[in-house]
């Protein structure tokens, strides 16, 4: 269930398990990481008691299974990406964020198609495969149209056998249309920042702007996954 104000998260029942509740003991820790290296993955109570550690040794074990799970699905591969910021307008006043409105001291542009272009060039003769495109909240209606133009050019881009073969993105949220559209225009991830989860804090550090919408923000994977983009980054 969504609350119009503060979204699915129950804030009060989480404030009520940090209060209330003791750090769990040795036995049941290795419980919960047994059943981990099952890798069918583990139920939210036992996130739970996971992040309720506070014994050193026992979060190192903890991050000694992680990463163990890690490398048997993964493998040791690590995968990187080039950022490529095309606009730094923004309506938003994010305390954190040097994009932020309010801020007078930095230029503000939006890079054109041909010089998208340039900087793709630029990266795959540098042998980069991935970006990630990062623009601004501040396109206003027109940010989707620009976005796709800006993917449609960055994979047109071909230099011998050099090419930027995933376009992953992080733009504002979008209806489940649009992002039917970002889907439609072969994006890899789409990414979102949320900075936190919780809703005071939230409302502190976002003082105008769009994204002071707490739950359009914090609902936006799920209009990102009803529209079929299967791959999300939070």
Known sequence: MIDNETGFINHSQILHVLKNTKSPEVGEVEDILTHALEMKGISPRETERLLMVEDREMIDEICRTANQIKEE???KRLVLFAPLYVSNLCKNDCLYCGFRITNTAISRRTLTLDEIRKETENLVSQGHKRVLLVSGEGLGESALDYSIK???TIYDVKIGNGEIRRIN????PLSVEG???LKAAKIGTYQLFQETYHYDTYQKMHRSGPKADYVNHLTAMDRAMEAGIDDVGV
């Not at 993105?169 to 504002?172: D, G, Q, Y």
């Open 179 to 181: 992002f039917r559209r």
């Open 150 to 152: 800006a993917i449609e």
């Open 169 to 172: 993105i992080n733009i504002a």
């Open 73 to 75: 699905i993964y493998g």
